[in-house]
């Protein structure tokens, strides 16, 4: 089944290479629009969020994106607007009375700071350059692969059973590994303004923060009972669990270009 996916994301590269390196910003937009949407809906659904909360919390979480993008300056003011509807939905929810407000919408805000919060980063990488999304994209994947074969083949010490008991050290060390690979063949066929010893340290850092994104998904998953966040794609579970390391790893970036490259 690994396999499988494996040949499906190999052949999907060149469209997504095509898309977000040729295609002009308002379509890569569009993009998290629906990687937002859907990741939202399925944490929303995960903690079985009222469907009220969780509209509220994906068209927050799309009108902030939107906002970041064209660059309005009052987002501060939109994040307040949207978590005092969110508060006042509860208020006047006839259905519940005061018990378990915070419980209610909890998962509302975590959600949206989770998800599109984070992923608004991507929008200034865009601008500074689209091989920076392609780098995050091929240094998460890499490590995501490494970590499963070596973890499959060669994994024997547990590296956090609580939480997900097929995940070993060994496995951990292929994700560090796969994410140093891939970022230095990006370096190579894409980005001149990092050094190799730069990319280096990126692509290790990388590799171990990719693994502490899946693992907090799995955090999420357990909490809430389910397996997988949805069986959106087939073989592949839901949107979030392709995203889960790339939520991680975005910030990490967006530190590396605005701070270290020149």
């Known amino acids: 089944m690994k396999k499988k996916r494996e040949i ?11 898309y977000i390196m040729k295609l002009p910003s308002v379509f890569f937009l569009g993009l998290l629009f629906f990687i937002s949407a859907g990741a939202q ?25 939107y906002s970041v993008y064209t660059g309005w300056g009052e987002v501060r003011l939109l994040l307040i607007i949207s978590f005092l509807l969110l508060v006042l939905f509860r208020l006047f929810d006839r259905k519940a009375g005061p018990e378990q407000a915070l419980s ?16 608004s980063l991507q929008i200034a990488l865009r ?13 998460v994947w890499a490590s995501d692969s490494f970590a499963y074969y070596i973890g499959k083949n060669f994994g024997k010490r547990k590296l956090y059973p609580s939480i997900s008991p097929k995940k070993t050290i060994e496995g951990a060390v292929g994700s560090m590994a796969g994410g140093v690979l891939a970022g230095v063949l990006i370096k190579i066929l894409l980005i001149d303004n990092i050094t190799v010893y730069q990319v280096l340290a990126v692509g ?15 955090m999420f998953k ?37 701070y270290v490259v020149s």
């Open 8 to 18: 499906v994301a190999l052949a999907l590269l060149p469209l997504i290479y095509l």
């Open 41 to 65: 809906m399925e944490f929303y659904s995960m903690y079985r969020v009222k469907k009220s909360f969780s509209f509220l919390g994906i068209f927050a979480g799309l009108l902030f994106l």
């Open 104 to 119: 209610d919408i909890a998962p509302v805000v975590v959600g949206f700071s989770y998800i599109p919060l984070i992923l």
């Open 127 to 139: 601008d500074a350059g689209p091989e920076w999304i392609i780098f995050i994209g091929a240094t």
């Open 204 to 218: 290790f850092l990388i590799g171990c923060i990719a693994v502490l994104g899946d693992l907090t998904e799995s």
């Open 222 to 258: 357990r909490d809430s009972g389910v397996k997988d966040s949805s069986s959106l794609i087939p073989g592949h579970g839901g949107v979030l669990d392709k995203i889960d390391g790339m939520l991680f790893v975005t910030p990490v970036v967006y530190v590396v270009v605005k």
